[in-house]
């Protein structure tokens, strides 16, 4: 058996949450495998909607394991509040929920260094969500962090201390006001209820599993263009959010790789600061933020929002070796009369290109669209694909001749049974 992956193609919040959820009931695991509390997956269905940060979009299945891999970046507040507010759902996932005991450790010490980096950057901040996700990773990179695993250890208050103490010194540094002491509590309780969970090792867990015949789903967070290597730095994210990241993050080799599916929006959005060429400062990237509610699933920030990259997205498809695509969101578009689609950047030496520029930050680019019917009609009760508006079916034909992969799920609206599927056999 291998595993199947499934992630971002843009800058996040192109709805994996939702497609993870949907497909969850076909696989026996679904492991997350990077990332932290910064990512919130949305998924709606049953008059329900929740948002998950840490937990792997699997647990609303009753059948389904759910692990929290070695490359996510643990905080074990937040992670309480999350089980927490599952429970008016009748969830309770003491049994299906694993967790790596490599995990990395957020303590409440690097919450606060995350915000004073931010302040001392002034206008040049990252937008970051100030979770502590950067310096967690940093000290994983240093090898200094504290992993899931140390907190059943004897000296774990020792080891805590000694990381608080480095800390705090760079916050002195920083002339940063903090009260630590409430944090410190919170987190000590938090780590209790941690506890509670299976601490395993959860990359013999999820071979063993594949070696069983268990269909395996490895869900991303966050999108490939905030990859640490790859992205549009320095404004991206602390790990890999690309299908590489599925092997350094769960302990998979690449021959265990199966299906990739790359999920992205039918525009584009992106949230804080960093280059985005086809972002639309206008009222029709208002009308997008209207129509298509564009807040922050974590931070509740306005979304950012333009029409679609295909230079971006042929970019992320390489690099993850995509399989499949999942459009999302295009009852979104469905009161445009025109959709316009990025096909090219013109650089400042009026060079066409539809490869994406080693400094997207700094490189001069104009965005060259092409300009396709609208639909003009309500899609989101649609239940199959030959039912859909010829308008719609000409615009995913036209991408899918683009990016060269099947385009086999199209969402129509945010709840689950929103869902088409164009090839019956896909799944």
Not at 134 to 157: C, E, W
Not at 345 to 361: I, Q, R, V
Not at 387 to 416: A, D, H, T
Request: proline share 4%; with cysteine; hydrophobic share 35%.
């Amino acid at each position: 058996m291998k595993s199947d992956v499934i992630l971002g193609l843009q800058w996040g919040d192109e709805g994996k949450g939702k497609i993870v959820d949907y497909l969850a009931s076909k696989y026996d695991v679904v492991a997350r495998f990077q990332g932290g509390p910064n990512a919130g997956h949305t998924l709606e269905f049953d008059d329900i909607k929740h948002v998950l940060h840490q937990v792997p979009s699997g647990v609303f299945r009753d059948n389904t394991k759910n692990i929290i891999g070695n490359g996510v970046v643990l905080d074990p507040v937040i992670f309480r509040k999350e089980i927490d507010a599952l429970k008016k759902f009748n969830i309770e996932p003491f049994y299906n929920l694993f967790i790596s005991k490599r995990a990395q450790i957020i303590l409440p010490t690097h919450r606060l260094l995350d915000a004073a980096y931010e302040k001392s950057k002034g206008d040049e901040k990252i937008g970051s969500t100030l979770r502590g996700i950067g310096p967690t990773y940093q000290d994983k990179t240093a090898r200094i962090g504290l992993r899931v695993g140390d907190i059943t250890m004897k000296d774990f208050k020792e080891k805590y201390e000694k990381l608080k103490g480095k800390h705090l010194s760079i916050l002195k540094l920083h002339e940063f006001e903090h009260d630590l002491d409430p944090l410190e509590v919170e987190f000590f309780d938090a780590l209790e209820f941690l506890k509670k969970f299976k601490l395993v090792d959860t990359d013999y867990l999820i071979n063993q599993s594949l070696a069983a015949h268990e269909s395996v789903l490895a869900e991303g967070a966050q999108g490939s263009l905030l990859d640490i290597d790859f992205g549009s730095y320095p404004f991206v994210t602390s790990s890999s959010t690309t299908c590489a990241g599925v092997c350094t993050g769960l302990g998979l080799a690449p021959s265990k790789i199966g299906q990739v599916y790359g999920v992205f929006k039918a525009y584009c959005t992106r949230v804080g600061e960093g280059p985005f060429p086809t972002e639309l400062l206008d009222e029709v990237g208002e009308k997008l933020r209207k129509e298509g509610h564009e807040f922050g699933a974590t931070t509740g920030r306005p979304r950012r929002c333009g029409w679609i990259d295909l230079p971006a997205l042929k970019y992320a498809i390489m690099l993850n070796g995509v399989t499949q695509l999942a459009i999302m969101k295009a009852d979104v578009l469905d009161t445009f009369d025109e959709i316009n689609v990025c096909t090219h950047y013109k650089l400042k030496n009026g060079t066409l290109t539809d490869a994406l520029p080693f400094d997207l930050c700094n490189e001069d680019i104009t965005p060259i669209h092409k300009t396709l019917k609208g639909w003009n009609v309500d899609i989101t009760d649609i239940t199959d694909y030959r039912s859909l508006p010829s308008e719609l079916i000409e615009y995913i034909v036209f991408l899918e001749e683009e990016l060269k992969v099947p385009i086999n799920i199209i969402s129509v609206g945010p709840n689950r049974v929103q869902t088409i599927f164009k090839n019956n056999n896909f799944r």
